[in-house]
């Protein structure tokens, strides 16, 4: 190992070492503290708005040299009303109740001893996020909130923007009794450092990958830690033959146009057989509209003359583009099957009056989130109620769907007695 590998390895050795000591500070700390933080934190966000906004275009200006594409640039940029947006989060988990030490089951024994299931926080987590800059305010928030250390590993196209971002949140930090070591910006640009710090699980408790599915997956063959992920987001909308034909297009085109770099975009869009030959020509002018390239099956293209004929690959990929697949399927059973083949169990929308084609829809969808006659793209923390979010996790253990303050706690059992002994 080199002299470099040697201070590189060092430097996330400490960095997770102090990480774990100041997780056993923050559990000290009043509610009241960390909310004061907070919202002083989002008041000076806005009061520094010139200065995260000089930064962020330091980021902007090397969109070439990074190869960003578009949806990328979008996610990267900051303006006024964007840093409005990461302060308004601020406040919302603020104003949220904390469930650290929230007793959620409570049992008495016929001995007398009261079992109590109890919340508790993770400890620390290693959090390593790519290109949104709103993400590094959302994490140490939701982090912080939660009791839980956070050592902050952003991506170098944002690098400035982050920087200049946590800086704010340190310094209002350090008057409201936040340990220096709560809340850490890897400032390292060797990528090596992430493997360190996934080897680190003596004083790492959870790792939580946010980008790409090269690095997610990345993150999950190497973590010697839990991982909370999901590898894409190819989102789903289903139109039934008993949906409303203008709330669907709606919902079809907001799903999907609203926003197209983003996880909870939807990438597909299934029509039943009955009514393909009214409504495909409808959405297919409110896509061209928007821009939209789309790939079809055979049906599709024979209804829309512009769409290209879309291979299995196209149903399964996660565009993040202004791209979409369309299948026309032969009723709901096809629906499902399709989803369940060739989605990533991520959000999954329904459109349709039929309470029973809902119901079941609902039940057989493998998915982290079912929307009813609603965009995917309400699939979010700060949509959900949560304030904001740490990640969208597909997995089944822990945590599924936006995580927020409750998915960064687990739990201890507090037994109190009264002398009791066991015979």
Not at 76 to 95: N, V
Not at 158 to 183: K, Y
Not at 353 to 360: D, G, L, M
């Amino acid at each position: 190992m080199s002299a470099s590998e040697i201070e590189l390895k060092s430097y996330c050795v400490q960095t997770a070492a102090d990480a774990k000591s100041a997780s056993h500070e923050l559990v000290c700390l009043r509610g009241e503290q960390i909310d004061l933080w907070l919202r002083e934190s989002a008041d000076q966000l806005i009061e520094c708005t010139p200065k995260i906004i000089a930064a962020n275009e330091k980021d902007v200006a090397r969109k070439d040299e990074f190869g960003l594409t578009d949806a990328q640039i979008d996610r990267l940029m900051l303006d006024s009303s964007r840093i409005e947006s990461i302060a308004h989060c601020l406040r919302q988990i603020a104003s949220l109740p904390s469930p650290v030490g929230e007793i959620f089951e409570s049992t008495v024994r016929p001995n007398g001893l009261q079992i109590n299931k109890v919340r508790v926080p993770l400890g620390v987590v290693f959090f390593i996020y790519e290109s949104r800059p709103n993400v590094t305010a959302d994490a140490a928030a939701i982090c912080i909130k939660s009791r839980n250390a956070v050592i902050l590993r952003g991506g170098k196209e944002a690098f400035h923007s982050s920087h200049a971002i946590i800086e704010i949140l340190q310094s209002v930090g350090q008057s409201h009794g936040i340990p220096r070591h709560a809340l850490q910006l890897v400032t390292h640009p060797n990528r090596q450092a992430v493997d360190y710090f996934l080897a680190l699980n003596e004083s790492i408790d959870l790792a939580i990958p946010r980008g790409g599915e090269s690095l997610i997956r990345r993150v999950a063959e190497k973590a010697s830690m839990p991982v909370i992920k999901h590898f894409n987001g190819n989102c789903h909308v289903y139109v039934d033959k008993d949906a409303d034909s203008e709330k669907a297009i709606a919902i079809a085109v907001n799903s999907k146009c609203h926003r197209l770099g983003v996880c909870n975009a939807a990438e597909s869009i299934l029509i039943h057989e009955s009514i393909a030959d009214e409504f495909l020509p409808l959405l297919g002018k409110q896509l061209s509209e928007n821009d939209i390239e789309i790939r079809g099956d055979e049906a599709v293209c024979q209804i829309i003359n512009t769409a290209t004929l879309a291979t299995d690959e196209d149903f399964e990929k996660e565009y993040l583009d202004a791209i979409v697949s369309i299948a026309i399927v032969e009723d709901l059973n096809a629906a499902i099957m399709h989803i369940n083949r060739f989605g990533s169990g991520h959000t999954d929308a329904i459109v349709s009056e039929n309470a029973s084609t809902i119901q079941q829809f609902s039940n057989q969808v493998d998915t982290a989130a079912v929307m009813i006659n609603a965009s995917t793209r309400f699939n979010d923390g700060g949509e959900f109620g949560l304030g904001a979010e740490i990640g969208i996790s597909t997995d089944k253990f822990h945590a599924r769907g936006p995580c927020g303050l409750k998915e960064l706690t687990t739990y201890k059992y507090i037994c109190v007695g009264n002398g009791q002994v066991r015979e």
